[in-house]
């Protein structure tokens, strides 16, 4: 158990409906960050909130809507998705405002869009 | 920009053997942290060991010890008495310290045969 949860941890949806991942940390860190882990690719950051403010959005598509109501929760909102984003996406923390601080990840949310 | 690269896509080895996995970066900055990370099938990215850039010393971690050549730009893991715990995805990643954010390599697939 590292300190952080995301659900659903699985979840299967049609290019057509709107979804939303929930990731929620309980370590007291201040930062929060998406990723992206597709098959025989590295991870891909999709966005990054410090202190509850969007500080980087890695050329995201704009079907992808990241929400960070406070440094505990971070949501990523979906809709009109395509296959080629089905992916397991990874949820993390960190202090953020130490050099040395490790990233602590939660299980991830298999998703597959049909 | 940074890059990782894990050249290896998957390795084996027997149990109790040592194993070695690479891992090259390129970079500009002079002040960085590498990382390794472990997912095992349960998908939690685990963080096995941190190497901080102005430390010429190697790091270790009980088992898990690292081989940082800064000139070479090359981060290798050395996993000692494998075990079948051992078996998982590895991720060499680096940061720079801003908002802590991490670029990953490919990963390589890890396997302990019995």
């Known amino acids: 158990e590292t300190g952080v949860t995301q659900t659903p941890r699985h979840l299967v949806m049609g290019m057509t409906n709107k979804k939303s991942l929930k990731c929620e940390q309980h370590?007291?860190?201040?930062?929060m960050y998406w990723y992206k882990q597709s098959a025989k690719k590295p991870l891909e950051l999709m966005f990054v909130?410090?202190?509850?403010?969007?500080?980087e959005n890695n050329s995201v598509p704009s079907r992808f809507s990241p929400e960070c109501p406070n440094s505990s929760h971070l949501f990523l909102h979906l809709h009109t998705l395509q296959p080629e984003d089905s992916a397991l996406y990874l949820c993390?923390?960190?202090?953020?405002?130490?050099?040395?601080?490790?990233?602590?990840f939660g299980q991830g949310t298999r998703l597959t869009v049909v | 920009a940074q890059t990782v690269t894990q050249s290896q896509p998957e390795m084996s080895v027997q149990e109790a053997e040592t194993v070695t996995l690479s891992c090259t970066y390129d970079?500009?900055?002079?002040?960085?942290?590498l990382f390794w990370y472990k997912q095992p099938p349960s998908r939690q990215m685990i963080l096995v060991i941190r190497?901080?850039?102005?430390?010429?010393q190697n790091a270790t971690e009980n088992r898990f010890s690292v081989n940082f050549q800064k000139a070479a730009k090359s981060f290798s893991l050395k996993i000692s008495d494998s075990q079948l715990g051992d078996t998982a995805m590895y991720f060499c990643?680096?940061?720079?310290?801003?908002?802590?954010?991490?670029?990953f390599g490919k990963g390589i697939t890890l396997s302990v045969r019995p």
């Open positions: 993390a923390s960190s202090q953020g405002d130490r050099f040395n601080t490790e990233a602590f």
């Open positions: 370590l007291g860190h201040n930062a």
């Open positions: 909130y410090n202190f509850k403010e969007q500080t």
């Open positions: 970079t500009s900055e002079n002040n960085y942290y």
């Open positions: 190497q901080e850039a102005y430390k010429q």
């Open positions: 990643a680096y940061s720079t310290g801003a908002n802590s954010k991490l670029t």
